[in-house]
Structures are given as C-alpha cells and as structure tokens.
C-alpha cells in the first residue's frame, strides 16, 4: 500500500455538517480559527526542529490501555515522567485502580536483568498474568505474580511474538521458522524446519505484508483451545529481485528484496495446521495461492470459536472476486461458504465474525455500493444463506478499507459499529440489532471516535478528537453513557503555539460529487489581501485526508501558514470513501483523468476567491501524493510549482497486488498504463519542481524516480532534486525529516 500521508498520525474522520449544493463551512472550526487570531500572537512559534525531536509529542500523548480478559482495563501512562509511571488494572463498575504489580520491585528486575533504570512499554497477554518485551535481539518475560524478568531468549532475533490465548505461551519466528515457548516449562519447541531465504513460515513476503494484510504480520494465528497454530507458509523463489546498492562500505554491497512487479510473479502461498502435540507434523489445507488458477491470494485465516474449523478468504488475481471457505482443523478440507463479487475489485477487510453457535456469521458487504453489514446462517449442508441486511442506506459503514464491527453482544442480539452516517469526514459509533432494527448513534460529540470493547461488549474506551482539539480518552457503558475520563485533551499543552486549526468544507463538483475539502489560514489573516496556496493531496483509493480530527500535520502546516500561505487539502471522490461507485471510477486509470479532473475543479473554487492568489498555487504529495502531483503538473497548467516525494513514475513498476487491484495487469490494460505513464508526459512538465527519493525505497522503488528524471533530461526540463542516501519509503530519522521539511519549506519560498 502506498503510504497514505507523510504523518501516519491518527487519521479519525469529520463532521456534522452535511454536503450540500454550495460549499459550506464547519461552523465550529470557523469560530475557533477566528477566535485565534484575536488573541496576543504567542511568545512561540513551532519549527521543524521541534516536530521531529518530538517536542510537542505532550499535546497528543494518551495512556497504554489493553483490556484483560476479566473485563478489567489496564493503564499505563506514558505521559508522566518515567520514574513516576506505574501500570495499573481499573474496574469500570466501580472506578477504583489498583498496581498491577509493585513497579520498584519490577525496576530492581529489570536493572539486575538489563541494566535498564526504567520499565519500557511491556505487551501483556489476555489475563494479565506475563508480559513481554523485545528488545530487538533478547526477549524477556515478566512474570506479573513473581514481578519478576527473566530471559525467554538472547542473541537471537524472535519476530511477531504472541501470546496463546490462554496465556501460557508465546510464538514467534527465527530465521524464517516458527516456534512456540512454553512459559511454565521455560522450554522452546521449533515447529518447522525448512525455512529458508525463499521459504517463509509464519511470517510474510513483503507484498503479503504490505498489501494484503495492511503493514501486519499475520503469517500465524492461534487456536482458540490454544493446542494449535494455523500458518502461512510463503514460497517466494519465482519472485522477482530488486537491487538496491548499500553506499556505506567502501566497496559498495548489493541488498536484495522480493518484490514482484504489476503482471509477474506472486509467491506461492499454502497454510498449514501444526497440533502442538504433534509438533513436527503439518496439516495442508486444500488451498495453495498461486497453484490453483482460481486462487491467487489467501487473503484472511480466522479461527471459529468452536476450534474445529478455520475460516479462509481467498482472492483472484483480478481480484474481482473473494471467496469464503470453511475448512477442517483434522482434515484440511475445504468448503466454499460464500462468495464476494464487484465489477473494479473487492476491497479485504477483517469485518467477519462467526457467532459462538457456529451456525451464523457476519460479513461486510460493498454490493449495494456502499459497505454494510449482512447476516448469514449456516446450515446443515454448511450452506450460507442470507438471513438480512444488518445495516443499510446511502451511507458507509465503517472507515476506509472497512473496520466496521467493533463488538457482538450475541445475548442481547446487538452488533456496535462505527460509520460515517452523515459525512464522509466524521466517525461515530452505533449499535444496531441483528434484524437491521434500532439503529442508534452513541457517541455524541461531533468528530472521530476511536473505540475498543472489552470482551463481554460492556464497556468500551473512546479516544475522540476533533480538527480543533487533540485527543481525550474516556471509558463509556455499552449504553454510551459516560463511565470515567481517563485522559482529558491537552489543550494546555498546544496552548503556548497559538496553533490554528483548518475550516472543513465541501466544493460542488458535479451533481453526484461534493468534495471533502479544508483550508488553514495565517493567523493574521486579512480578508482583502491575497495569499498563495499549498495544496496537499494523497488521493489514493479510500485514502480521505480530510477529516474532523486532530490531524498529524497540523504542525507542518502551521509552519506553512506561519509563512504566509493557505494550506489546503481536498479528497478526490475515489479517495474520500464515500461510496464504492466513486472508488470505482479510477478504474484503470490510476492517478489518472477521475482524480486530476476533481482536483482542478478544487483549484477552480479557489481562484473564485478574492483571498487567493491565483497565479500562485502549489501542489505536493507523497508515495501515491507524488504521483498525483506529477500528473498535475504534466497534464495541467493549474500549478507554479510543486514537490513529489517517493513518487511512483510508472504503474509496472509497482507491486502485484496494490496496482492490479486498480489498473489489472500491464498485459490485460497496457493503454492505461502507458496512459497514466508520467515519465511519456515529462516533456510536458510546467512549473518548477522539487523531486526526492530515498535510495532504500523498499516500496517505491527509486527506478521511478530515475526513470523520470531521464525523460526530464531529454526534454531539456529543469528541476530541484534531493536525494537521501540510504533512507526508505518513509525517510523517517529525525535528521533527515528536519532536512527534508525546512528544505521544503525553503522551496515553496523560492518558487510561489
């Protein structure tokens, strides 16, 4: 997945207003940004030095939560100074916290085990009992009864590191293999043998990773009884190889990734049950990705409750359709259960839930052209049928790429789930029954609301913002009433930089489409004056940037808008997750006519303003940003001048699963390849540009960049280019983002 913003902050969605056929301003934001700058200007200023020191990390920061088993919720508050912090269980029914366990014992521990002063975050398992923490090349285990650490392994990298179930043991892979450690026995036991450069077990090629599950590893999953392990087991040797030239000795070193390129090769995958018991026997399921022509991705593995049974998703190459299938922990048989069609592709999610009886499931759905929640039973022959639509209208449940159910209460018949009901740019929490009836919002206040039950689906923590107030974390019953504040926001903190906050809006595009947009203004704003603007766009399939939420770059922009400039984002209507019609309508075209055709008309509503500069107008983005910004500036005038960071140049060579899912294959669509090609537009480049690439780009690969570059050369165009040695997709070390941004910031000065 090309990375959807720069800031992989928390991306909540917006508001109460709805669309309408004239823009309209959210009233709220409106009012906050004109009471802001009607105050004394602060005695600070916020700079690039301090966004990437983490300077103002304390006015987003939140508590660690988990909710254990017994309905408890642990806390630990990361906020407070190290020596001060102590992890504590809180009930919801009474309010009361206790210690989880005596933390001066727990440091003496640790520093007699590490020589380490204070306690790093630990993961607990589900009860509360053990944690663990990775210190990269030795893993360590608390015992929370004992309070006491001890070496699980040393000198040896253990990756995705999980708790069983119940609690009394931990996965992990070495060297491509799995393994399983009994915590009582303090015995490690290795499950699999063969793993390799090319064989992976329990763990994922990098486009399974990437793509299919969202940047998790999810290469194995526990059963329920906790006696066995359902695995992916990865054959990556007919993958393609990528080089990449490592800089730093003196005669340069090669490093090779497998990564296979739109219409090549996938690596074969197959999944396979170990029975702890039995720990040198593998069961294969009748699924292999790769081999059957019908199957191309297993997509999701999830285990019933009942631990007889492992549900699997799989995909097409085309990825027009995923199936449904049932299969046998014993056997490994397999069983189609249900089947799931759309003309452009199928959007995974992880928005299935089996009831404990194992004759019902949940799934969401996009066949109406908006995603919902559709309720099954199974029957004798384990047979699927409809039963009825859970949830329905035009409206989306859930955010982009699904996250729909957040928690089944099966005793009562009631499913809770977030949507944006009333726009696109908010997120709200609902409950509903499971006959469609009784829908009902439970979260009040107009924003996004990050929420997580507790297993019983009693209480739940609410972690809600909007585009004018960091984060606040509260308990809430399951009826929404509010339990407990646990963290309020911060406003003190954020209060020292007189930050300004961007006004939401929508721009009529057409009679179906109004556009999710926002605009920040400098705080001495003056309504007679003219001000260029900046324009930050993503634009990807269901990737919305707009939202009514503490967005990550509000930092960034104050910069922008400190130095005089309007910063504005819009969401394309493939982009803004509205609805799967307007997904759809990038279809073989990515970055191509659909979202350029909304972005001009976005450009168009702005210079209709006497506040904006029409003859200075920027645009940049990065990863999928970048390409849409290139294809700004190749295929329109609109733009003086705009940055590209990590751009993809040329859809053949991005990733299988990502680019065929929107433009198929090169063989089945070449003219929309050739198309949406920049690198054939380059000629045609007007406006100044800034391009830069990270030589360690593991995602967009820099040929794109180069590639670019030499057709810019051919056509006697001239450009600002930075590159940085060495750094990945993200260039993500504070020196090199510190470099990056005041350079940045340096060029918009320069060139608009």
């Not at 380490?116 to 030795?138: R, Y």
């Not at 759309?342 to 109406?368: C, H, M, P, Q």
């Not at 904006?612 to 733009?639: C, E, N, P, Y």
């Amino acid at each position: 997945m090309l990375v959807r913003s720069l800031f992989r902050g928390a991306l909540p969605l917006f508001a109460a207003v709805f669309f309408q056929s004239s823009p309209q301003i959210f009233s709220q934001t409106a009012s906050a940004q004109a009471s802001a700058g009607s105050v004394t200007p602060p005695q600070q200023r916020i700079t690039i030095e301090g966004i990437y020191t983490g300077k103002y990390r304390d006015i987003t920061a939140q508590p660690m939560k988990k909710w254990f088993a017994d309905g408890s919720l642990m806390i630990f508050d990361t906020r407070k100074p190290a020596p001060e912090r102590v992890y504590e269980v809180l009930s919801p029914q009474s309010g009361k916290r206790t210690p989880l366990f005596d933390m001066t014992k727990a440091r003496a521990s640790m520093k007699a085990l590490r020589g380490v002063e204070n306690l790093p975050p630990l993961s607990f398992n589900e009860q509360g009992t053990f944690a663990m923490i990775d210190f990269g090349e030795d893993l360590v285990l608390l015992d929370v009864k004992a309070t006491e650490f001890r070496n699980v392994a040393k000198g040896v990298k253990e990756e995705t590191i999980r708790f069983s179930p119940d609690g009394t043991k931990l996965a992990y892979v070495k060297s491509n293999d799995l393994y399983v450690y009994d915590i009582a026995k303090q015995a490690e036991t290795r499950l699999t043998s063969d793993g390799s450069a090319t064989i992976l077990n329990g763990t994922h090629s990098w486009v399974y990773w990437e793509e299919v599950f969202d940047r998790d590893d999810r290469g194995y999953a526990w059963s329920p009884d906790s006696r066995a392990i359902a695995y992916h087991q990865s054959d990556e040797s007919m993958v393609s190889q990528i080089t990449f030239p490592d800089v730093k000795p003196a005669v340069p070193e090669n490093i090779l990734q497998r990564y296979p390129k739109a219409g090549g090769a996938n690596p074969k995958v197959r999944l396979g049950v170990i029975e702890l018991d039995k720990p040198t026997q593998t069961t294969w399921l009748d699924v292999t990705a790769g081999v059957n022509p019908a199957i191309e991705y297993l997509a999701r593995v999830k285990w019933l409750p009942n631990g007889k049974q492992i549900a699997v998703q799989t995909m097409t190459r085309n990825q027009y359709e995923v199936t449904l299938h049932l299969a046998d922990r014993t056997s490994g048989k397999l069983t189609a259960l249900h089947t799931e069609r759309d003309s452009g592709w199928v959007n995974l999610n992880d928005d299935l839930y089996f009831f404990k009886d194992g004759k019902r499931f949940l799934i969401a759905s996009e066949r109406t052209g908006y995603n919902h929640l559709y309720l099954y039973s199974i029957d004798a022959k384990g047979e699927a049928k409809l039963l009825n639509a859970v949830t329905k209208g035009a409206w989306a449940a859930g955010e982009a790429r699904g996250n729909v159910i957040q928690a089944v209460d099966e005793a009562k018949g009631l499913v809770y789930f977030k949507a944006g009901e009333k726009s696109s740019m908010e997120r709200h929490l609902y409950v509903v029954k499971l006959d469609g009836s009784g829908m009902k919002r439970l979260t009040e206040e107009a924003g996004s609301h990050a929420v997580e039950f507790n297993d019983a689906a009693t209480y739940y923590t609410d972690s809600y913002s909007n585009i004018s107030t960091p984060s606040s974390l509260r308990i809430h019953s399951s009826d929404g009433k509010r339990v407990q504040e646990l963290a309020p926001a911060n406003v003190q903190a954020a209060a020292p930089y007189g930050l300004q906050f961007p006004s939401l809006f929508t721009i009529p595009v057409d009679k179906e489409f109004q556009m999710p947009a926002q605009i920040l203004k400098p705080r001495d704003f003056d309504a007679t004056k003219r001000y260029p603007v900046i324009i930050y766009v993503y634009g990807g399939p269901s990737a919305p940037n707009v939202v009514n939420g503490w967005q990550g770059d509000n930092y960034y922009n104050q910069v922008l808008a400190d130095a005089g400039y309007l910063v504005v984002k819009v969401d394309n209507r493939s982009a803004a997750a509205i609805s799967k019609k307007f997904e759809n309508s990038c279809l073989k075209q990515l970055a191509g006519d659909s979202e350029l055709n909304d972005l001009l008309a976005g450009v168009q509503w702005l210079k209709q303003q006497s506040y904006v500069d029409s003859t200075r107008i920027g645009v940049w983005g990065w990863s999928f940003g970048g390409a849409f910004t290139l294809q700004a500036m190749t295929h329109s005038k609109a733009f003086k001048a705009g940055i590209a960071v990590a751009a993809p140049t040329d859809w053949r060579f991005y990733d299988t699963k990502y680019t065929e899912a929107f433009m198929k294959t090169p063989q089945e669509n070449a003219a929309g390849y050739d198309k949406t090609n920049v690198n054939n537009h380059a000629k045609n480049l007007h406006g100044r540009l800034l391009l830069v690439h990270g030589t360690y780009d593991d995602n967009v690969h820099p040929q794109n960049a180069w590639n670019f570059i030499n057709e810019l050369i051919r056509a006697n165009k001239y450009f600002d280019l930075m590159i940085y040695p060495m750094r990945k997709h993200g260039i993500a070390d504070p020196a090199a983002r510190i470099h990056l941004y005041n350079g940045m910031v340096d060029f918009w000065k320069k060139n608009l």
